[in-house]
């Protein structure tokens, strides 16, 4: 299984690996052979249009449906030999909520406390933290039905975080949600990173997942697409440039007529040039600019955004082949 390496060297402990897991409902394949390897203490996003199989793909590796094939190890758990193990470890969150909207969010933690056998004054004392950390103690006795949506979202985390779980998945977690408290989750889900909790997180918004996660794999016809940072991912389709910008118009023209395949603007004094924006392309057009005593003013790269990317490799218009994998 592919590892990743720390600051020091040693191999990062993946808190999520798979190989060649596979799901079908009948004759529909919804996982058709996916890899993933999550380091511990980061954000995965797996984005995908609806049905793409996301939330099949949560459900799998929070033991609630088992694969038809392949080999998945969560928490350092096996997924087939171990499942006991690998539920203590995670908290899952779906799409549809665990929240009981007849009972109060105070008796809605109670109750998570109880399931996961916490002696009844840890359980007071975990649910009076948890609803004050996730801005829920005026509302607590009140019943869950009368909470907004991202009121109900922060209980059914704060749910999930009783039983102090070292990875969790939330499937969707701002579906739904206004701008407002969607920018409140992206904050608690940041804040949740930095206790070094491992955030599996699948989602159709691709600013979610260029926000909030260290990887993203796009998700496409059951197999992965592409995956890598928001940056490599943008850099897999064309559309990036590097864009020059002079005040001095003597330093402009010299440009213009020394590069080639550049695209002028006479007026503002700027030239774009086809670029990938890596590292090396980057390096290159420095060094050209350097042997051709060229000096801009500014130098910005422009890379396609996330919605390029997501278009492009789960439009309707390209083969069912797996694409090109960052890593
Ligand atoms: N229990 C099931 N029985 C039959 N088909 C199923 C079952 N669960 C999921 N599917 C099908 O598998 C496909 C993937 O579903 P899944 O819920 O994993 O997608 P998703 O990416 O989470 O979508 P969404 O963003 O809409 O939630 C869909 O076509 C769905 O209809």
Redesign the pocket.
Known sequence: MPTSKQGDGRPAPAAVSAVGLRKS??D?T?LDGIDLHIPAGSVFALL????????????ILSTL?TADAGQARVAGHDLTADPQAVRTAIGVTG?FSAVDGLITGEENMLLMADLHHLPKQEGRRTTTELLARFDLTEAAKKPAATYSGGMKRRLDIAMTLVGDPRIIFL??PTTGLDPRSRHNMWQIIRELVTTGVTVFL?T?YLEEADQLADRIAV?HNGRIAAQGTAEELKRLIPGGHVRLRFSDPAAYHHAATTLREITRNDDTLTLHLPSDGSQRALRSLLDRLDTTGIEADELTVHTPDLDDVFFALTGPDIPDQPKETVR
């Open positions: 409902y009948g529909k919804v995908g249009p609806n049905g793409a199989g996301k939330t099949t793909a949560v459900k449906v799409q499937d969707e699948t159709q998700l």
